[in-house]
């Protein structure tokens, strides 16, 4: 089956940029989206379409997307972007499939 | 506002049964694809299953396939899950997102607060 693979941690200080990637095959061909999670909340939101911003996500949120890599940066991290985050996509089959990745736990040093 | 309201969850038995639904307002909600996405505890998010507009489009994930009945209800505005032959893997918190586009596009612009499911004898 399709998976997205994502490192399980990333850590950064605040003011410092963070980059987490999500990679998989079928990156190149069907859009990725990026969703945060806090502690006892719903997933956000932050980006789709691999760089497109949602309105009210902060600025400092950004995506990209270079094969078959998605990165998701976040400029100037602040403490409250500490948060899980995931990305997800379409599986490549043709079939009517969803799939996230392992989601990456962001630690704000 | 658009709200999501997840009911159905709580103790069973494995092998036995459960019919989760999902109550939407403040959209039209015939418009759009939905789907269930689970969370097991300190897990990561897994899709479930999904279905088009009009039920023309289902989907589930392999770890469910057989077991789990995705359907909706344009008329009540529900989306449902019925899971048949639980196991204790299926313990995990269960969420309702709804889609962007109306085949679906994998694009969740709202998730419900989610309905806990515990598969323990």
């Known amino acids: 089956s399709y998976e997205l693979t994502q490192p399980p941690s990333v850590s950064v200080s605040p003011g410092q940029t963070a980059r987490i990637t999500c990679s998989g095959d079928a990156l190149p061909k069907q859009y990725a989206y990026w969703y945060q999670q806090k502690p006892g909340q719903a997933p956000v939101l932050v980006i789709y379409?691999?760089?497109e911003r949602p309105s009210g996500i902060p600025e400092r949120f950004s995506g990209s997307s270079s094969g078959t890599t998605v990165t998701l940066t976040i400029s100037g991290v602040q403490a409250e972007d500490e948060a899980d985050y995931y990305c997800?996509?379409?599986?490549?089959?043709?079939?009517?499939?969803?799939?996230f990745g392992g989601g990456t736990k962001l630690t704000v040093l | 506002e658009v709200q999501l309201v997840e009911s159905g969850g709580g103790l069973v038995q494995p092998g036995r049964s459960l019919r989760l639904s999902c109550a939407a307002s403040g959209f039209t909600f015939d418009d759009y694809a939905m789907h269930w996405v689970r969370q097991a505890p300190g897990k990561g998010l897994e899709w479930v299953s999904g279905?088009?507009?009009?039920?023309?489009?289902?989907g589930y994930a392999d770890s469910v396939k057989g077991r789990f009945t995705i359907s909706r209800d344009n008329a009540k505005n529900s989306l449902y899950l019925q899971m048949n032959s639980l196991r204790a893997e299926d313990t995990a918190l269960y969420y309702c997102a709804k889609d962007t586009s109306d085949y679906g596009d994998y694009l969740f612009d709202y998730w419900g607060q989610g309905t806990l499911v515990t598969v323990s004898s």
């Open positions: 997800q996509s379409a599986d490549s089959s043709g079939t009517y499939k969803g799939v």
């Open positions: 279905i088009s507009w009009n039920s023309g489009s289902i």
């Open positions: 379409k691999d760089s």
